[in-house]
T-cell receptor, first 115, second 114 residues
């Protein structure tokens, strides 16, 4: 059971380039999330999804877009990368409804550097 | 609005000593409270959680935490630190169990001295 898998794990971009981070979960979770982690700031929610075909903005959505075309996948896109987007990005998923336990299941992270 | 405050961004303890990591929260509704641990270059994993019922909750690796409503606290403890406990610990609060509304603290990095 792979859980939550993120690709790529590392990426270096130049300012203005675009890229997509892929998150895949095999636990049939309805809810999926993208967080960024920066030193001294904890985790901040970028976007989230409560089901296939739905997305919503979190705390820090500017400069990012997301899509959830399939239940198991949640993509995070950067259309024009900026140095301020240098961070470690984490995808997470969780159960919903009657199966909800409150626990978030995290991927191992994707370290992005924007030069 | 909900918020989480973790006191001390870095804590050092000797191996075998008590571990105490502090977390205070604010919430306008009954909270769900969590502690997550992050080992180097890994994602976060759940240590323990409080939703309802018994206020003293036990988690993995010998950790436990007590929900104190009157003090709005959810401090994490372990009687005897082990070298393998060195990691970063995050406290989080959620208003319900199944929504996006998780608020994380800024984290406490635990160092265990031999």
């Amino acid at each position: 059971n792979a859980g939550v898998t993120q690709t790529p794990k590392f990426r270096v971009l130049k300012t203005g380039q675009s890229m997509t981070l892929l998150c895949a979960q095999d636990m049939n979770h309805e809810y999926m999330y993208w967080y960024r982690q920066d030193p001294g700031m904890g985790l901040r929610l970028i976007h989230y999804s409560v089901g296939e075909g739905t997305t919503a903005k979190g705390e820090v959505p500017d400069g990012y877009n997301v899509s959830r075309l399939k239940k198991q996948n949640f993509l995070l896109g950067l259309e024009s990368a900026a140095p301020s987007q240098t961070s470690v990005y984490f995808c997470a998923s969780s159960y919903s409804g009657r199966q909800a336990t409150g626990e978030l299941f995290f991927g191992e992270g994707s370290r992005l550097t924007v030069l | 609005a909900q918020s989480v405050t973790q006191l001390g961004s870095h804590v050092s303890v000797s191996e075998g000593a008590l571990v105490l990591l502090r977390c205070n929260y604010s919430s306008s509704v009954p909270p769900y409270l969590f502690w997550y641990v992050q080992y180097p270059n890994q994602g976060l994993q759940l240590l323990l959680k409080y939703t309802t019922g018994a206020t003293l909750v036990k988690g993995i690796n010998g950790f436990e935490a007590e929900f104190k409503k009157s003090e709005t606290s959810f401090h994490l403890t372990k009687p005897s630190a082990h070298m393998s406990d060195a990691a970063e610990y995050f406290c989080a609060v959620s208003s319900t169990s199944g929504t996006y509304k998780y608020i994380f603290g800024t984290g406490t990095r635990l160092k265990v001295l031999a």
